[in-house]
């Protein structure tokens, strides 16, 4: 198992090491609590918008999404390719800005007068994500995956966090697999595996791209019976889908098409 522990990071390179010791010793401001959140909502968006700007000229990808999800809830979001599905799953996790319009997480808003490491800090130990490709360290055992978002996010004792993470990897049936690599196991396990990452620091959202779309039918069901799992235990969950047989499962479902949410359907 790899040790996380200081006596290794000062075996590193200087550089690197000084830079670590330089992050963790940053102040731990906390972001902004924003008036107009209410406390059954997971997700407010206030007027989001999104503009690229391509050689050709800007691009609007999003056109002033109004949108609240609450506590619980399990949404699928689907949509044409370009539609700007994937960009609205950006905005909520943080990985890109809006141009303009209120992002609303938990009562935080998470992009007004918010730095970039204020907002990773926050990412860590807030939101889970699930990728399509996994995005798993192939040097790193499973178990040691799942350790790693705890690491970063500088979540439990470090003591403790081998055992929330073996913790983790049997939520999803992973436990005998829990010292093999990733590529020692199946495509289906892979993606398990980085839900319980995205799982292991305990987050209230979890936000999935297309967490299906390399996978058999049978794992595939298996990934969306712990979701299902996960909204019984009162996380809220996202997912991003191209496949319409999944919807049917979650209890809500947006559709998009050129930047506006053009449908909203309950069960």
């Known amino acids: 198992m790899v040790n996380w522990s200081g006596s290794q990071m000062s075996s590193r390179a200087p550089k690197e090491a000084d830079d670590m010791k330089q992050r963790l010793a940053q102040p731990k401001m906390e972001l902004q609590q924003f008036?107009?959140?209410?406390?059954?909502?997971?997700?407010?968006?206030h007027g989001i918008v999104k503009i690229f700007k391509t050689p050709a000229g800007e691009f609007t990808a999003l056109k002033?999404?109004?949108?609240?999800?609450?506590?619980?809830?399990?949404?699928?979001?689907?949509?044409?390719?370009?539609?700007?599905k994937s960009t609205l799953l950006n905005m909520i996790t943080?990985?890109?800005?809006?141009?303009?319009?209120?992002m609303i997480i938990g009562g935080t808003d998470i992009y007004t007068?918010?730095?970039?490491?204020?907002?990773s800090r926050w990412r860590g130990r807030n939101l889970g994500i699930v990728f399509q490709f996994f995005q798993l360290l192939p040097m790193l055992t499973l178990l040691e995956n799942v350790m790693l978002s705890m690491d970063f996010a500088e979540m439990y004792q470090f003591e403790e966090r081998p055992g929330r993470a073996m913790e983790m990897l049997r939520l999803v049936g992973l436990e005998a697999f829990a010292n093999k690599l990733p590529l020692l196991v199946s495509t289906g396990q892979q993606q398990l595996a980085a839900i319980a990452r995205a799982m292991a620091c305990d987050p209230p959202l979890l936000a999935a791209d297309e967490p299906t779309g390399n996978l058999d039918s049978k794992s595939a069901n298996a990934i969306i019976d712990l979701f299902e799992d996960l909204t019984r235990r009162g996380?809220?969950?996202?997912?991003?889908?191209h496949d319409p047989s999944l919807t049917s499962r979650t209890t809500r479902n947006l559709t998009i098409a050129?930047?506006?949410?053009?449908g909203d359907s309950r069960k």
């Open 235 to 241: 996380k809220t969950v996202l997912m991003v889908t």
């Open 64 to 84: 002033g999404i109004d949108l609240r999800i609450d506590r619980g809830e399990f949404v699928s979001i689907v949509g044409k390719s370009g539609s700007g």
């Open 35 to 45: 008036a107009m959140s209410t406390p059954e909502a997971m997700i407010e968006m």
């Open 94 to 102: 943080g990985i890109d800005h809006p141009t303009q319009g209120h």
């Open 258 to 262: 050129d930047g506006l949410i053009v």
């Open 113 to 119: 007068d918010v730095t970039e490491s204020q907002r």
